[in-house]
């Protein structure tokens, strides 16, 4: 069994590119030259040189002992909440800017839900001087006011979408629609291992740098490059995808994802699309997602707006389908309390999506022997509010 992506751009039956006529050029010039660029050892070294002196990484690999003793097992944590703007999400932006400039464009478009991937992508613009428009629905916007802040703070544009539910589709399709008008000038940075081949492949190759490092961390730690399990929180699924990347074909090493389960998977109210979805397609890729009978898109909901995304990226409805991965899923309860919990055992507040991962020992109980590598995917400032509320601090 393969479980990487396949010369047409397939995971298994998951994947390809289920685009517009009119954006074929954009996304064919990407697919013809992806590869190619990310190769060439100038865009490496400038990648890796980035990583290291502005984003902070290698990010730590951390033992954490009091975690560890709690659910008796060996606990890593791989720390991505320590990254400059405190996620994951930053090393794909870069990997991303450093393609356009690659590929000659001079603008760059995004659409964020929540507004993290807005930031991460006026991020590094600012830090290109490059032009940045960032499409958000009219209600995100109104939700999400500090990240907002941070993105006009950082000289971006953001415009609102005013269609349909005014969230992250309506986004998405306000995005598709400036990158079908400007072919030439403009790069699309999707910020999650999901969209048109080849965007899940080239954003989860970015992202690799995480499973790339906890291999000689762990090598470092434990005398050996495999762990007994990777963790990680799904949304769409680009820091699962770096943090399995290097593992995939290592049997030995256990594969795990928690998805969202909102206030309960039967509730309605959640986002655990592998429990849920059914194959369809949604943002130009073939996977899961949930859907009504007639085949409309579900509205997700999860208290993490990190994971409030209906469908996976195909890399891990394959996972799912090939029974290579375990796939659970963590109500808000379950996400929040484990949030707490690492903050009074470790002194980490994480992010809220980060809890969910952290909430699977609720779910499965490991060998004392296990080494559980777990992607803290972000960092919980973002969150306070939230906490705040739900805790009543
Ligand atoms: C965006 C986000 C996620 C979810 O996105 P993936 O693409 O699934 O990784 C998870 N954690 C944090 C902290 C995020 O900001």
Same mark, same amino acid.
């Given at each position: ?11 298994? =039956? ?16 990407? *697919? ?8 060439e ?10 990583l ?13 002992s009091?975690? /560890? ?9 791989k *720390? ?9 999400? !930053? ?31 006026a991020? #590094? ?7 940045? !428009? ?13 990240n !907002? ?8 544009? #953001? ?14 399709n ?10 030439v ?24 740098v995480?499973?790339e490092?906890?291999?000689?961390q ?11 399990? #990777? ?26 994802? !928690? ?6 998977i039967? /509730?309605? =109210?959640?986002?655990?699309t ?30 993490s ?23 659970? /899923? ?22 809220? =999506? ?40």
């Amino acid at each position: 069994m393969k479980y990487n992506i396949d010369e047409k751009g397939y995971y298994g =039956e998951f994947g390809g590119a289920f685009i517009p006529e009119m954006l074929y050029p954009n996304v064919e010039e990407l *697919r013809q030259k992806y590869l190619q660029i990310m190769h060439e050892s100038s865009f490496q070294k400038e990648f890796h040189q980035l990583l290291k002196d502005y984003v902070g990484r290698p990010s730590p690999l951390y033992f954490a002992s009091r975690l /560890s003793e709690k659910h008796g097992c060996k606990i890593y944590l791989k *720390r991505e909440d320590l990254n400059h703007t405190g996620a994951h999400k !930053v090393n794909n932006t870069i990997g991303q800017i450093l393609m356009a400039k690659k590929l000659g464009k001079t603008r760059i478009i995004a659409e964020t839900g929540a507004g993290q991937h807005g930031v991460a992508t006026a991020t #590094v613009c600012a830090l290109m001087g490059i032009e940045c !428009v960032v499409y958000m629905g009219e209600i995100d916007i109104a939700r999400q006011a500090p990240n !907002v802040a941070r993105m006009k703070m950082l000289g971006a544009e #953001v415009r609102p979408a005013l269609s349909g539910s005014r969230t992250l589709k309506d986004a998405t399709n306000e995005a598709i629609r400036d990158w079908i008008n400007n072919p030439v000038d403009t790069h699309y940075i999707i910020g999650s291992a999901i969209g048109p081949h080849p965007y899940p492949d080239m954003v989860t190759r970015f992202q690799s740098v995480i499973s790339e490092e906890i291999k000689w961390q762990l090598q470092e730690k434990e005398g050996r490059e495999n762990p007994d399990y #990777v963790v990680a929180c799904i949304g769409g699924g680009s820091n699962a995808a770096g943090t399995y990347y290097h593992f995939l074909d290592n049997p030995e090493v256990g594969i795990i994802a !928690v998805e969202a389960a909102g206030k309960g998977i039967n /509730s309605g =109210e959640s986002a655990a699309t592998s429990a849920l979805g059914k194959i369809g397609i949604i943002h130009g890729c073939k996977t899961m997602l949930m859907q009504t009978n007639d085949g409309q898109i579900t509205e997700p909901y999860s208290i993490s707006a990190g994971l409030d995304y209906p469908g996976v990226g195909p890399m891990h409805s394959h996972l799912h389908a090939s029974g290579r991965a375990d796939f659970y /899923s963590a109500t808000d309860d379950e996400a929040m309390k484990a949030g707490l919990e690492l903050s009074q055992l470790e002194g980490i507040i994480p992010a809220i =999506e980060s809890g969910h991962a952290l909430a699977v020992f609720e779910h499965k109980k490991f060998r004392s022997e296990d080494v559980v590598v777990i992607s803290l995917s972000g960092r919980g400032d973002k969150d306070l509010n939230t906490y705040i509320e739900y805790f009543k601090l």
